[in-house]
């Protein structure tokens, strides 16, 4: 490719890794691109913390990183990519200082995110909760 084409970020073609995963999906909200495909962290920050900053890492994760907002899907019985444009992620902010025992609480409130279904259709792919 040459500095003068421009690549279409509605039809990129699948990596290898991708077209092996469409084996297992059958395009719709199930398979390795469903809701249940996600992985849950949860991590225990001392001291002050900047939510401004905060929120402007969670942007510079989603620009850096194509595959927080890639969606994929099949038309015609062939997948594709779709890159869309960078975007904030959405910061949830959930107090658990009234809980008898934060560290139960916030054990609990991620297990709660862990059976929560999470769209392979909502760019970005990403979901923070402080």
């Known amino acids: 490719m040459t500095g003068a084409e421009v690549l279409d970020a509605t039809n990129v073609p699948l990596s290898f890794t991708q077209e092996f995963l469409t084996m297992?999906?059958?395009?719709?909200?199930?398979?390795?691109?469903?809701p249940k495909y996600h992985v849950v962290r949860g991590l225990r920050l001392r001291g002050e913390l900047d939510v401004v900053a905060l929120r402007g890492a969670l942007h510079d994760i989603v620009t850096r990183h194509e595959s927080l907002r890639t969606l994929?899907?099949?038309e015609n019985g062939s997948w594709r990519q779709e890159i869309l444009p960078p975007s904030t992620p959405d910061l949830l902010i959930e107090d658990l200082s009234a809980a008898d025992t934060r560290?139960?609480?916030?054990e609990e409130f991620i297990n709660g995110l862990e059976?929560?279904?999470f769209s392979s259709r909502t760019i970005p792919h990403i979901r923070a909760v402080l």
């Open 72 to 74: 994929m899907s099949r």
């Open 115 to 117: 059976a929560t279904e």
């Open 24 to 34: 297992f999906s059958d395009g719709a909200e199930t398979g390795p691109f469903g």
């Open 103 to 106: 560290d139960r609480a916030a």
